[in-house]
Nanobody
Framework: VQLQAFGGGLVQPGGSLRLSCAASGSIFSINGMTWYRQLPGKERELVAGISSRGTTNYVDSVKGRFTISRDNAKNTLYLQMNSLKPEDTAVYYC???????????????WGQGTQVTVSS
């Protein structure tokens, strides 16, 4: 199984970006999907998550600005980021709880990370 994240880049404060993360491989089902972010020298922080039923949760600092969504048919997770601030600058990682074909448990899988830089 591979998770490929993309969509990061350099944007000015107040701008928008849309991150995507697509999973491929022998996937039976995906439970929770989550976006994390990490600054150098700091712990990875949960940004937003979405359950298999579509229930969402966000860290307080992004509420009202970020929207998480998923396309189950495409095994893809999205993060629409609006009104970006310099403090949103980080490497963003996706994490999926995946049950493999022939498997009985869900296990966490990580994407490779995509850099988001908010600067004028």
């Amino acid at each position: 199984v591979q998770l490929q994240a993309f969509g990061g880049g350099l944007v000015q404060p107040g701008g928008s970006l849309r991150l995507s993360c697509a999973a491929s491989g022998s996937i039976f089902s995906i439970n929770g999907m989550t976006w994390y972010r990490q600054l150098p020298g700091k712990e990875r922080e949960l940004v937003a998550g979405i359950s298999s039923r579509g229930t969402t949760n966000y860290v307080d600092s992004v509420k009202g600005r970020f929207t998480i969504s998923r396309d189950n048919a495409k095994n893809t997770l999205y993060l629409q980021m609006n009104s970006l601030k310099p403090e949103d600058t980080a490497v963003y990682y996706c994490n999926f709880d995946i049950r493999l074909v022939g498997g009985i448990w869900w296990s966490p899988y990580w994407g490779q990370g995509t850099q988001v830089t908010v600067s004028s």
